[in-house]
């Protein structure tokens, strides 16, 4: 059973650089197929995908986000992190790690969540 924990800073100051990592367990981040994304909820909205780091580690990332955006790994520590670089309070948010067995911005589609970090941008 691959299981998924979120850790990082729960307070960001604005212009800052947010950047929670993922550390995977029962599964590795390399298994030919599996997509491995950054996904948040702000409070009161609903689920943003933000981008996605594939087992080849080949990244896609949200439009709306590219610019700030960045999703890189650590096969040696089996774990894959995600820069938003330039942050407002708007960047507010639960951030989820999700992963599914396929490239997907469709977030009903992951299989497997961690349980999410509080992240809040403020001064």
């Known amino acids: 059973q691959v299981q998924l924990q979120e850790s990082g800073p729960g307070l960001v100051k604005p212009s800052q650089t947010l950047s929670p990592t993922c550390t995977v367990s029962?599964?590795?981040?390399?298994?030919?197929?599996?997509?491995w994304s950054w996904i948040r909820q702000p409070p009161g909205k609903g689920l943003e995908w933000m981008g996605v780091?594939?087992?080849?580690?080949?990244?896609y990332y949200n439009p709306s986000l590219k610019s700030r955006t960045s999703i890189s790994r650590d096969t040696s520590k089996n774990q894959f992190s995600l820069q938003l670089m330039s942050v407002t309070p708007k960047d507010t948010a639960n951030y989820y790690c999700?992963?599914?067995?396929?490239?997907?911005?469709?977030?009903?589609?992951?299989?497997?969540w961690g349980q999410g970090t509080q992240v809040t941008v403020s001064s």
């Open positions: 780091i594939a087992y080849d580690g080949s990244t």
């Open positions: 999700a992963a599914t067995s396929q490239v997907t911005i469709t977030t009903g589609l992951y299989d497997y």
């Open positions: 029962g599964g590795s981040i390399t298994t030919t197929y599996y997509a």
